[in-house]
């Protein structure tokens, strides 16, 4: 089963040239679940993957640069004549927020199920789970937390055969938890194997909740809005430090850092060098790169930069001086 | 003085990756206009002319397109500390709409100025005036008209020498229109001379309005969302066709037809082919093309690509193809 994050706007606060608002697209399988809407959101998509029919949308809280793109995302939906209902899921506020819009953007003929969600809740989903987390931020504010079931344990045919079993039918009805002439499924196969994890930071101050929520996840995408000059100021805006999202994700012993919600006040290249300081394994997404993870026993996650395997010609490194490239700014 | 157009984002109704939602800047000596402001406008800025400091935004109507990158564009002034006011002008309505929005949005700290203005109000500004004109949309929506104030005719030295006046000061007195030993300022002046005009459409069906306040402008920005084939679907949605707009332009007897509010339904050469078998003064801007319009004595209006001058390889009869190119996509 894929399973990716699609790095749709990486800037915080103001858009730049290279980055667009935060939004971020998180395919499994067939679903398609965006997480914030910031303003240009389905120009991103149109200008990348394509204005794809999402599942439901995710807001982690309703500063102007994390959802102003929703509006427009809808209208364009209603413009091509979606039918099927969309779900919008965000802390307590967003009925109010998301009418309020919509009375002057212009009503959908779509169904939009506007879910206010609570700490605990838990929405279960064909295959893994989503639930938010609270974080520490101006106004109600959520993390996300997407996680997998458990994966039955690695089956073991040479044990089997050595209990007597054979190839075939025999081996698909122990793996399904049967007992077979005798074997327990327990006997030929290993313990449940965790399914993956993604943590999701949404904007905050370095976090308890997050490093918890983020515990040897796969992937944990924090918010990195100022370099470590401005621990201060940071504080003071209930943000983080490159530095503090890396510290908080060798804690959680996270495999992947994903830096994010870049300002221009600080050059990339300087998030990078302090996170990687004190985490190894920090990348920093541009817009239209994605992490491509798969299961453990398969290998890490990956960042595959936009344009790779296109012909275009990117180098890992270029991270910091952001060179022109690909389709968009 | 300068006077010159610039295009912000060129597509209608939705975006494409390479044509932003609808936004025009005029630029006049350090006047900075923004006419439009559909979502995305603060990037396209931010990644073509810089986000520069607005003195004024004119809105043609409320749908959805035209105006939801203003509560963004708002906000930013806002992060960036802009202390001036801004006024924001559009038809009946204004008022409501952006009090909703920014109630969703969030407040800003400069003044805001609302003015919904009226058919027949005259905004008077430093050399030049901006009209509303009513045009034929769903609900209430302008086009706008941007006419210089008529200059002093051309001096004639040589008469002045004949009629006994001497080169220097006495010059300068005659022509500011005082009677100079006996020599009256029309005997060595020609006859006023008409400023530069602009006329800009809207969303609108061919219309009366339009074409007489058009009337011999020097550059007539149209809509043409549609090809001739689907008139009939251009009525409906009270659009207007390349054709349609092509016609308007040729009875006003316009200097430059700029189309724009293109649809993806069509491809931009259908359109330049239709309107040019028509009026052959029609140009179709991409986005960050300009407009450079020098007084009409001084020569046409010029169609001037983004890029050019820059380095950029940039083709005039590229448009039909739309190749990739400049630094936004």
Known sequence: MDFSLFFVGTAGSIPTARRGLPAVLLRRGG??????????????????VGLTELTEVFLTHFHADHWLGLPGLLKTFDLRARERPLAIYAPPGLRELLTTALRAAGR?????????????????????????????????????????????????????????????PEFGRVQRGETVRGVRPEQVMGPPRPGRKVVISGDTAPCETVRIAAHRSDVLIHEAT????????????????????????????????????????????????????????????????????????????????????????????????????????
Chains 1, 2 share one sequence.
């Open 226 to 329: 100022f370099a470590q000059d401005e621990r201060d100021r940071a504080a003071e805006t209930f943000h983080s430090t490159a530095a503090q999202a890396a510290a908080l994700a060798r804690e959680a012993e996270v495999t992947m850092l994903a830096l994010t919600h870049f300002s221009t006040r600080h050059p990339v290249a300087l998030l990078r060098d302090e996170a990687r300081a004190i985490f190894r394994g920090t990348v920093l997404p541009r817009d239209f790169d994605t992490i491509e993870i798969p299961f453990p026993e398969r290998g890490e996650p990956q960042l595959v930069r936009w344009g790779e395997g296109r012909g275009l010609d990117v180098e890992d490194g270029a991270a910091a001086s952001e060179p022109l490239r690909g389709p968009t700014s």
């Open 108 to 168: 959908v003929r779509f169904e939009l199920d506007m879910v206010e969600l609570e700490p605990g809740d838990v929405l279960e989903r064909d295959g893994y789970r989503i639930a938010p987390v609270p974080v520490n931020h101006r106004g109600p504010a959520f993390g996300y937390v997407i996680y997998e079931d458990e994966r039955p344990g690695q089956f073991d045919p040479h044990e089997a055969v050595r209990l007597g079993l054979t190839h075939g």
């Open 31 to 48: 679903d398609r679940i965006l997480f914030d809407c910031g303003e240009g959101t389905q120009r991103q998509l149109v200008s990348s």
